[in-house]
């Protein structure tokens, strides 16, 4: 059965510092992985996503997740955070062979001035 | 800006009536999903559908119903809401090969 793994409810960075948000998957198959983030009252939004090709995937408002098949990790990174970046991340992953997304269950991230 | 729609935005109500939370997109997506999520942020599944009159219940196991009569349109239903039926429950709709797009939820509140 596939899986994700948020290890960290919250996350606090500093504005200007690097971040990272992290994620360890489960699959039996190839995974397709998939990050989102959520405001306050509002529904997901789309950051990026990695099927194939390069490791690293780059997405919206700067974001960037890597890939590493040999540590089934997926985290999320961005060289300089924002305040305005403080939301609700999930990590979420799927089988090839299945539609259905398995999310984590979130990590906080807080971005003071 | 997402071409998914949830309404009602909010909705207070008292226990035991009947509520149907609703759920449109336009971009022809075959495959449909209901998560709930927690106050403290876990999405779990608890209904898709690949295609109209496709239903299955998802992981977590629902009160809720679920209709698939057309492609767009993708509604849950509570036949008796109970307290323990507040939470947010946001839609979803995807295509092969690609993410979800969420709708903006509906946050129930069952008093």
């Known amino acids: 059965a596939q899986s994700v793994a948020q290890p960290e409810d919250q996350v606090n960075v500093a504005e200007g510092n690097p971040l990272t948000v992290k994620c360890t998957y489960s699959?039996?198959?190839?995974?397709?992985l998939f990050w989102y983030v959520q405001y306050p009252n509002r529904g997901l939004q789309f950051l990026l996503k990695?099927?194939?090709?390069?490791?690293l995937v780059k997405g919206s408002y700067g974001f960037e997740a890597e890939f590493n098949k040999s540590q089934t990790s997926f985290h999320l990174k961005k060289p300089s955070a924002l305040v305005s970046d403080s939301a609700l991340y999930f990590c979420?992953?799927?089988?090839?062979?299945?539609?259905?997304?398995?999310f984590g269950s979130g990590t906080r991230l807080l971005v003071r001035p | 800006e997402a071409d998914i729609y949830q309404t009602p935005r909010y909705l207070v109500i008292g226990t035991g009536k009947k509520i149907t939370l609703e759920c449109s997109q336009t971009?022809?997506?075959?495959?449909m999903y209901w998560y709930q999520q927690d106050p403290g942020m876990e999405l779990h599944l608890i209904h898709y559908?690949?295609?109209?009159?496709?239903?299955e219940k998802g992981d977590l196991s629902s009160e809720s119903t679920v209709s698939r009569i057309r492609t767009e349109h993708f509604p849950l239903t509570l036949e008796s809401a109970r307290p323990s039926h507040t939470s947010q429950y946001l839609c979803?709709?995807?295509?092969?090969?690609?993410?979800?797009?969420f709708g903006s939820g509906t946050r129930l509140t069952v008093v």
């Open positions: 990695y099927i194939t090709g390069d490791n």
């Open positions: 979420a992953v799927r089988e090839d062979s299945s539609y259905k997304l398995i």
């Open positions: 971009m022809g997506h075959d495959k």
């Open positions: 699959v039996s198959g190839n995974p397709y």
């Open positions: 979803a709709s995807s295509e092969q090969g690609r993410g979800y797009t």
């Open positions: 559908s690949y295609g109209v009159n496709s239903t």
